[in-house]
C-alpha cells in the first residue's frame, strides 16, 4: 500500500521503520501478555493455597507454612502488578504505532465509506421519487374510482327502487369497488414504504458526518506521516539555524524547536489539495 495514495514524493523510510517497529512492539507485547496472565495466575493460586492454610489453620498461631505461604502469595502479587504494568506500558506504545502504521489504509477505507453513503443517499432519494409519483398517480386513480362507484351507487339505488324483483347489482360498480379496494391497500403500502425510506434517509447525513470526520482525522495522521517522511533532508539546516541562534544570542525556545512561519500561499494551495483529495458528493 502506497504510504500516500494523493503523494508520491521520495521517502526517507520512516514509515517503513515505524512497521518494523509496530510488528516488534507487537510480538514483545504478546509475550509480556502471556507473562503477565502467568503471573496473575500463579499470584492467585498462591493466594488460594495461602488463604486455605490459614482456613485449616490455629486462628490464634501463624504456622511457619502458613508465613511463608503468605509471603510467596504477596510477592508473587507484586510481581503480577509489575508485570501487568510492563504490559499496559507496551500497549499504549503498541496502540500509538498502530495508529500510524493504520492511517493510510484506514484514509481508503473512510474514503470509500463515503462514496458509498453518498451513491446509498442518491439511490435512496431516487427510489422515494418513484414511489411518490406511484403514490400520486393512485392518488388520481382512487378519485376517479370514488366518483365512478358514487355515479355507479346512484344509479344501482334507484334501479333497486324501481324494481327490487328484478334487481341485479351492475358488474361496473363490483368491479369499481374491488379496484378501489386493492389501490387502497396499494396506497397504503407505497405510504410505509416511503415512511422506512424517509427513516433510513435520515440517517444518512449523520453517518456521512461521522465518516467525514473520521477522514478528515486520517487525512491529518497521513499528512503527518509526510512530513516524518521529509524532515530528514530538512534537519541539517534547522539544526544550523537553531544553534546559529543559540550562540548568537538570540531569543529562542531552545535548540531542539525552531519557529517557521509558513506562507499563506502554501497553507492556501494545501487547504485546496486535501479538500480535493476528500471524496464530494
Known amino acids: 500500500m502506497k504510504l500516500n495514495p494523493f503523494s508520491k514524493k521520495a521517502t526517507t523510510g520512516y514509515y517503513e521503520r515505524i512497521k518494523a517497529e509496530f510488528a516488534e512492539v507487537k510480538q514483545r507485547l504478546a509475550e509480556a501478555q502471556a507473562a503477565a496472565d502467568a503471573a496473575k495466575a500463579d499470584a492467585d493460586a498462591k493466594a488460594k493455597y495461602a488463604f486455605e492454610l490459614e482456613q485449616r ?41 498502530r495508529s500510524i502504521v493504520e492511517a493510510p489504509g484506514k484514509l481508503e477505507q473512510h474514503r470509500a465509506a463515503l462514496i458509498d453513503l453518498r451513491r446509498r443517499r442518491g439511490v435512496l432519494q431516487s427510489e422515494r421519487e418513484q414511489q411518490v409519483k406511484l403514490i400520486a398517480k393512485l392518488e ?112 529562542t525556545s531552545g535548540e531542539h524547536r525552531i519557529e517557521i512561519e509558513i506562507p499563506h500561499e502554501y497553507l492556501e494551495a494545501a487547504r485546496t489539495k486535501l479538500a480535493a483529495e476528500r471524496p464530494v458528493a
Open 140 to 251: 388520481t386513480r382512487i378519485g376517479e374510482l370514488e366518483r365512478r362507484i358514487a355515479a355507479e351507487t346512484q344509479s344501482a339505488s334507484e334501479a333497486m327502487a324501481a324494481d327490487q324483483d328484478e334487481f341485479t347489482l351492475p358488474e361496473a360498480l363490483m368491479k369499481f369497488d374491488a379496484e378501489l379496494r386493492v389501490a387502497r391497500a396499494t396506497r397504503e403500502r407505497l405510504g410505509s414504504a416511503v415512511q422506512a425510506l424517509d427513516a433510513e434517509i435520515a440517517t444518512v447525513p449523520g453517518q456521512i458526518n461521522d465518516e467525514e470526520r473520521a477522514f478528515k482525522h486520517r487525512q491529518a495522521s497521513v499528512a503527518q506521516i509526510d512530513l516524518n517522511e521529509q524532515l530528514p533532508n530538512l534537519y541539517d539546516a534547522l539544526a544550523r539555524a537553531s544553534v546559529a541562534a543559540r550562540i548568537a544570542g538570540f531569543r
Open 57 to 97: 489453620g490455629n486462628q490464634n498461631f501463624v504456622s511457619e507454612p502458613e508465613r511463608r505461604a503468605r509471603l510467596a502469595a504477596s510477592q508473587a502479587a507484586h510481581h503480577a502488578d509489575d508485570l501487568k504494568r510492563e504490559a499496559s506500558t507496551l500497549a499504549g506504545e503498541f496502540n500509538d504505532l
